[in-house]
């Protein structure tokens, strides 16, 4: 079951910048951990960053320096805002949300199994 709905995905230059959204619908995600993951085709899904209810955000090596991640719990949303875009950032990105530990220094981004909600998906291709 779909519960969180992404947006902002498409075509960007190596060098370029895209910011994901993600939205709740039917639940305010005040009280989650909130995280990015992304599959490129023919790999696993991975986790890229995450930021927690207290506000302390974890970063897979390949995001640090260039991806952050934001919440706007006014508007029910979470960004994903992605610089120095590589044609290695090309995969269907993934929001997803977790009420228990997950994101955290013990476990930092956690696995995928470990996140309770998600998204269908936004595909971010880095081509020139």
């Known amino acids: 079951q779909v519960l969180l709905v992404e947006s902002g995905g498409g075509l960007a230059q190596p060098g370029g910048s895209l910011r994901l959204s993600c939205v709740a619908p039917?639940?305010?995600?005040?009280?989650?951990?909130l995280a990015w993951f992304r599959q490129a085709p023919g790999k696993e899904r991975e986790g890229m960053i995450c930021?927690?209810?207290?506000?302390?955000?974890y970063y897979a090596d390949s995001a640090k320096g260039r991806f952050t991640i934001s919440r706007e719990n006014a508007k029910n949303t979470v960004y994903l805002q992605m610089n120095r875009l590589k044609p290695d950032d090309t995969a269907v990105y993934y929001c997803?949300?977790?009420?228990?530990?997950?994101?955290?220094?013990?476990?930092?981004?956690?696995?995928?199994?470990?996140?309770?909600?998600w998204g269908q998906g936004t595909q971010v291709t880095v081509s020139s």
């Open positions: 997803a949300a977790d009420l228990g530990s997950v994101c955290s220094g013990e476990v930092g981004i956690g696995y995928e199994d470990e996140y309770d909600y």
């Open positions: 930021m927690n209810r207290d506000g302390n955000i």
């Open positions: 039917g639940f305010t995600l005040d009280y989650y951990a």
